[in-house]
């Protein structure tokens, strides 16, 4: 292989490894080529092997242009739980400097970090559920994850179309909040910043409900995995630990012994209690509330309060669990996920269902994994529940509005157009069944066989469930991505009759305000600045209601208005940075109104 250096980094010419018919095609994509060095990449590689990754990333991407790409050092591994077992798997990729250390670098424009995840959407034929779930959650106003299509070879082996993701972790950039040092055990310092997750033992070490779950984290009174994501296990304190862990421990304990919970508020963040549980009915995900869960705490000078999200793993979300045949839900109308746990109450859906996961959980006799009771308690709350339908209101007159939502898919259904008849030429199964006992057309090369269909450990330890794990809907790209679109507006309707709400005829605010730094700027100072003082992704923009006065804070100030659901502005007013206190003007009292600033929707 040939290198050239460019701005201190190697520039390498793939060209060789590719056939001439490859090197003369042209993408609409960036390209992303992973070399392994003659290593097997399959999902019996537990930890991330060295390799080395070239981006192009223009207008338009030709494959013959490799000597114009940046050549980055990588460790990486074959990521996902059930997904390792696909044909078409997703991977961890670490960005490493010469020394084999992470170093941050921004990908496909996004900002810089050195853990990214290659999301392979295979069992998702419309190549687009983790992208518009993640994209709906930041509507919201919350962090989650950003997302970017490529197209993926390994080892000169067209790989298909593939979704940058970025890994859930403690940054200025991705989950904000702040370090949490090995001394910091005492006072304020130990009360944050933590992120974990509710879900599987094993997903920190590559296994399925196999490892131990001291080894990861720990569990609650209540027997809930608490995966600790940041701090690893490994550099939790004892009394980091326990901290969190009484904390947690009190807010099961506002819902036993015949207590009703009162308080939760004081434990929970409110705005994402709403925000994320309404974006998990809305997406009707699979895996709602059991694994995959992310929630993090901020230290008590912050807000201290437990926060749900990121959200995280929508593969069979969106109408795209398990056939019915199979046990799965492919109508998704049927019911609130809730209601698998004995949620139900308050007339907000009393129907029971029953989801292929809980029946998996059962027969596997895995322990930990149930919704949260504080969480289950929460909805049975009257005051949860009517701030639950008052937010759905909010969010669906504007930035969750039918006709947003359709902006958004139209625009991405034009830029993937090219890109999906790229995929299914090389994944061939649209219109039947798809899953983990799948072959590959073209297996990963340096492999001796077709390793990802060997049922050598996978799903639960031990063995795998070959079994669909996705829809079958249409034999065409398009009909793929309009069943998800009609799925949706479906689950919408259903969620507005539940929750009382009309959707208005056009969306009041299409926006949330997320304040994005300028990266780049802070990049160019970075020899004089400490990575953890970036500008912050989201800073504190946001109002709240107390006693009929409004506080808002903003670094961005502007035009600051009360729109109530109709569209009519209530009220409107100039404010500067910094923390503007108003009097609640007496027409937007008692009256249901979205805030907002320079026209875009402002988070409570």
């Known amino acids: 292989m040939s290198y050239l250096v460019k701005n201190g980094l190697k520039i390498a010419a793939f060209g060789a490894a590719l056939s001439s018919s490859v090197l003369a095609q042209t993408y609409d994509l960036p390209i992303v080529f992973v070399d392994t060095k003659g290593v097997c990449l399959d999902e019996n590689i537990t930890e991330k092997i060295p390799a080395t990754m070239k981006v192009l990333d223009a207008a338009t991407n030709n494959v ?19 997904s390792a077992k696909f044909p078409k798997p997703g991977y961890s990729v670490e960005v490493r400097d010469g020394t084999g250390e992470g170093i941050d670098v921004s990908m496909f424009g996004l900002p810089p970090a050195d853990d990214w995840v290659f ?65 910091d055990v005492s006072g304020d310092d130990v009360t944050g910043g933590y992120i974990w997750a509710f879900d599987k033992t094993g997903t920190n070490t590559g296994g399925m409900g196999q490892e131990d779950i001291d080894k990861e984290g720990f569990q609650t009174a209540d027997g809930l995995n608490v995966i600790m994501h940041y701090p690893k296990k490994e550099k939790l304190q004892a009394q980091q630990q326990s901290y969190l862990k009484k904390y947690l421990e009190d807010l099961e304990n506002l819902f036993k012994n015949g207590k009703n919970g009162s308080g939760y508020e004081n434990y929970v963040d409110m705005t994402s209690a709403l925000d994320y549980v309404l974006h998990e009915e809305l997406t009707n995900n699979s895996d709602s509330y059991w ?14 309060k437990v926060t749900l ?19 799965g839900n492919n109508n998704g109308n049927n019911g609130f996920n809730w209601n698998m746990w004995g949620g139900g109450g308050g007339g907000m859906g009393s129907s029971s269902t029953t989801g ?7 027969k596997t006799g895995m322990s930990g994994l149930k919704i949260p009771n504080w969480l289950l308690g929460m909805w049975k709350d009257g005051n949860y529940q009517s701030e639950l339908k008052k937010r759905w209101a909010e969010l669906r007159s504007g930035v969750w509005h039918t006709k947003t939502m359709d902006m958004y898919l139209d625009s991405m259904k034009t830029y993937l157009t090219k890109a999906a008849d790229r995929n299914f030429q090389r994944w ?57 679109r009609k799925k949706m507006k479906e689950r919408m ?40 003082s970036f500008s912050r992704l989201s800073p504190t923009n946001y109002f709240t209601v107390n006693a009929g006065n409004l506080e808002i804070q903003t670094d ?20 500067g940075k910094g923390v503007t206190m108003l009097r609640l003007p007496a027409n937007a009292q008692n009256r249901h109104w979205i805030a907002t600033l320079n026209g875009k929707m402002l988070s409570r």
């Not at 694994?291 to 201290?304: A, T, V």
């Not at 292929?356 to 059962?362: A, D, F, H, L």
């Not at 502007?558 to 100039?574: C, E, M, Q």
């Open 356 to 362: 292929w996961q809980i029946e998996s959980t059962m």
């Open 309 to 327: 999200g990121p959200a995280w793993d929508f593969n069979l979300a969106m109408s795209n669990a398990t056939q019915p045949e199979n046990g």
């Open 556 to 575: 961005l100030g502007g035009i600051f208005a009360l729109v109530d659901l109709n569209g009519s502005v209530l009220f409107k007013t100039r404010i």
């Open 291 to 304: 694994c995959s869960f992310f929630l993090h705490k901020p230290k008590d000078s912050k807000g201290g």
């Open 428 to 484: 061939p199964n649209l219109g039947q069944s798809s899953g983990q006992g799948d072959t590959d057309p073209q297996p990963m090369k340096y492999c001796n066989s077709n390793s990802n269909n060997s049922n050598n450990g996978g799903m639960w330890g031990g063995f795998t469930m070959n079994i669909p794990m996705g829809g079958y809907n249409a034999d065409t790209w398009d009909g793929e991505f309009e069943y998800l």
């Open 119 to 183: 999301h392979g959407p295979y069992v998702d034929k419309s190549l687009m559920r983790n992208a518009l779930a993640h994209w709906l959650f930041r509507q919201s106003g919350h962090y989650s994850p950003r997302t970017k299509h490529f197209d993926l070879y390994i080892n000169g082996v067209y790989r298909g179309v593939y979704v940058l993701i970025e890994k859930i972790k403690r940054g200025k950039y991705r989950v904000d909040v702040s370090k949490l040092k090995e001394t």
């Open 493 to 532: 309707q259903w969620m507005d009759q539940q929750l009382g709400f009309t959707e208005p005829a056009q969306p009041i605010v299409t926006e949330p305000v997320v304040h994005l730094p300028d990266w780049q700027k802070d990049t160019a100072t970075m020899a004089v600045r400490h990575l953890d």
């Open 64 to 82: 013959a242009d490799s000597a114009k790409g940046t050549l980055y050092d990588i460790g990486i591994k074959v990521r996902g739980q059930s």
